[in-house]
């Protein structure tokens, strides 16, 4: 198993990766969020990697961190979720916000990712939710005590006014982290999530 690589970045796609490791060139499949922040060719860079076995062939994974990379693990482990479904989860929300969707059962936010159908979001929760759970892995004072019913009414109601449901979902969650009151009314917390959002 390769756990780490450390080495010169000689190639760069939104995509993959090209790492050369004392002149053996190792090609990675990445998340967006890894290709963001990995740096530019000719960087040192060190990636966390999970090598894919197939019967035809071997795949290789780069992740800019450990979470991204135990995440992307817990995914493929869900029947049906392949690597590349994996992948476009994390590119296309943070890891504490796929956490959280998976830990609240917020099966809605998780389909509002591409790629994600109904069917396959609440296979995530009901594979995954205890697990997370058990590990520890949801994000530590990020959990508040608001009603899941005021949460959601504030989550439609900045959808009502055009913004996405990752983008509304992010934004609530900012606010209750720096303050749980916020969450008492739906009112309170639409107008307290606007000023994120904007």
């Known amino acids: 198993m390769i756990y780490r690589l450390t080495g010169r970045l000689i190639e760069k796609s939104p995509t993959s990766l090209v790492v050369d490791v004392?002149?053996?060139?190792?090609?990675?499949?990445?998340?967006?969020?890894?290709?963001?922040?990995?740096?530019?060719?000719?960087?040192?860079?060190?990636?966390?990697?999970?090598?894919?076995?197939?019967?035809?062939?071997?795949?290789?994974?780069?992740?800019?961190?450990?979470?991204?990379?135990?995440?992307?693990?817990?995914?493929?482990?869900?029947?049906?979720?392949?690597?590349?479904?994996?992948?476009?989860?994390?590119?296309?929300?943070?890891?504490?916000?796929?956490y959280e969707f998976i830990a609240t059962s917020n099966s809605q936010a998780l389909t509002s990712i591409p790629g994600i159908g109904k069917k396959t979001a609440e296979r995530l929760v009901l594979e995954l939710r205890d697990k997370i759970h058990r590990a520890g892995m949801t994000l530590g004072g990020e959990k508040t005590e608001v009603k899941e019913e005021i949460r959601g009414e504030a989550v439609d109601a900045l959808v009502a006014l055009g913004y996405s449901r990752l983008q509304c979902e992010r934004a609530i969650r900012e606010v209750l982290k720096r303050d749980a009151s916020a969450g008492n009314t739906v009112e309170q917390l639409v107008r307290s999530a606007l000023k994120e959002v904007k």
Do not use: W
């Not at 990995?38 to 090598?51: C, K, R, Y």
């Not at 992307?72 to 590349?84: E, Q, W």
């Open 22 to 98: 004392n002149g053996v060139g190792y090609e990675m499949n990445v998340p967006l969020t890894t290709y963001d922040t990995i740096g530019n060719i000719d960087d040192e860079v060190s990636l966390f990697t999970v090598l894919v076995v197939h019967e035809d062939n071997m795949s290789l994974y780069g992740f800019g961190s450990q979470d991204e990379r135990r995440l992307f693990k817990l995914l493929i482990s869900v029947t049906g979720i392949g690597p590349r479904t994996a992948l476009s989860l994390l590119s296309s929300a943070n890891v504490a916000d796929i």
